[in-house]
């Protein structure tokens, strides 16, 4: 099946400071998620981005779907960005399965 | 909020008891699945269903069965639990596959096997 790979597997920032997340997959892909872990558990819907690049607030993601990876960029992170993020795709090989990364564990101090 | 519910949301069984865990959506979403979540091993799927009577493995099944006998309600039952079953449990539904779309995920079930 496809794999998944995440780096870095954890990271720690000072508040304020900017962040890039890699998540490269080994096959074609339909979809692909990023998600935020907080620290509750909850797992938050944070871009669907097959492909291109999309914005919300401080956070923003990039999806090169011919090179077989994404970004997602954290700028002034704040201590409410702590937790796990994810990436997580559909292969176009593989039906309608989600497969996950490992994650990066994000720790944002004050 | 995606209105999908899991049920219940903890709970201690004891090695060798059935335990059923209940999967509640209001969205109509055709896809529905169900993952476990342990350390170092991130999110890995254990079944999904893509209709009513219809369901399929994924990568770690053995152990679990599922039901599908509503578009609403999506079933995980341990027949019989063993403590490799302890986990965190997430349910997730999603609308259609041409194309495909975007995945929801409920609040998960903690589920301590004694």
């Known amino acids: 099946g496809i794999q998944v790979e995440q780096s870095p597997p954890d990271l720690i920032l000072q508040e304020g400071a900017n962040s890039t997340l890699r998540c490269n997959f080994s096959?074609?892909?339909?979809?692909l998620q990023w998600f935020h872990q907080n620290p509750w558990g909850q797992l938050i819907n944070l871009f669907y981005?097959?492909?291109g690049t999309k914005q919300n607030g401080r956070l923003s993601a990039t999806t090169v779907a011919t090179e077989r990876y994404s970004l997602l960029y954290i700028s002034s992170s704040q201590t409410t960005d702590s937790g796990v993020y994810f990436c997580?795709?559909?292969?176009?090989?593989?039906?309608?399965?989600?497969?996950f990364g490992g994650g990066t564990r994000l720790m944002v101090k004050p | 909020d995606a209105g999908i519910t899991q049920s219940p949301r903890h709970k201690v069984t004891e090695t060798g008891t059935p335990v059923t865990l209940r999967c509640h959506q209001t969205?109509?979403?055709?896809?529905m699945y169900w993952y476990r979540q342990d350390p170092g091993h991130g999110l890995r799927l254990i079944h999904y269903?893509?209709?009513?009577?219809?369901?399929d493995k994924g990568e770690v099944s053995d152990g679990y069965s599922v039901s599908r006998s509503k578009t609403e309600d999506f079933l995980l039952t341990l027949e019989s639990a063993t403590s490799s079953q302890t986990s965190v449990y997430f349910c997730?539904?999603?609308?259609?596959?041409?194309?495909?779309?975007?995945?929801?995920f409920g609040q998960g079930t903690r589920l301590t096997v004694v």
């Open positions: 969205e109509n979403h055709r896809y």
């Open positions: 997730a539904i999603k609308w259609d596959t041409l194309g495909d779309t975007e995945a929801f």
């Open positions: 096959d074609s892909v339909n979809n």
């Open positions: 269903s893509y209709g009513v009577k219809d369901t």
């Open positions: 981005i097959p492909s």
């Open positions: 997580a795709v559909v292969s176009r090989n593989a039906g309608n399965m989600l497969t």
